[in-house]
């Protein structure tokens, strides 16, 4: 069973940043594939990003594409999320996922998902 625990959303002002963290509970946390998605007010979750186990390959939506970075930290089985040049329309709960099989969009169906953490962002 693999725990994950998001921390570091808040209230940040447009154009501000944030680095959001997923700590897993998993010795073999180097092999999971890892990712992000979010879920706005009224809509469905979607992809923000993912990070391959054996590579690092990343992967982002369209949409954050030069303004998110995920990144992991095997040693402190930890992933990130670098958000920087927030707008209002990143305004949701961010959650991470999980998986050994799964990669990039497919984390959709992970197996382990976190609780979230909300990231609200002011105009």
């Known amino acids: 069973q693999v725990q994950l625990v998001e921390s570091g959303g808040g209230l940040v002002q447009a154009g501000g940043s944030l680095r959001l963290s997923c700590a897993a509970s998993?010795?073999?946390?180097?092999?999971?594939?890892m990712g992000w998605f979010r879920q706005a007010p009224g809509k469905e979750r979607e992809f923000v990003a993912a990070?391959?186990?054996?590579?690092?390959?990343?992967d982002y939506a369209d949409s954050v594409k030069g303004r998110f970075t995920i990144s992991r930290n095997n040693d402190k089985n930890t992933m990130y999320l670098q958000i920087n040049s927030l707008k209002p329309e990143d305004t949701a709960v961010y959650y991470c996922a999980a998986d050994l099989k799964r990669t990039g969009l497919q984390l959709a169906g992970a197996d382990y998902w976190g609780q979230g953490t909300q990231v609200n962002v002011t105009s």
């Open positions: 998993v010795r073999t946390f180097s092999y999971y594939n």
């Open positions: 990070i391959r186990w054996y590579d690092g390959n990343t």
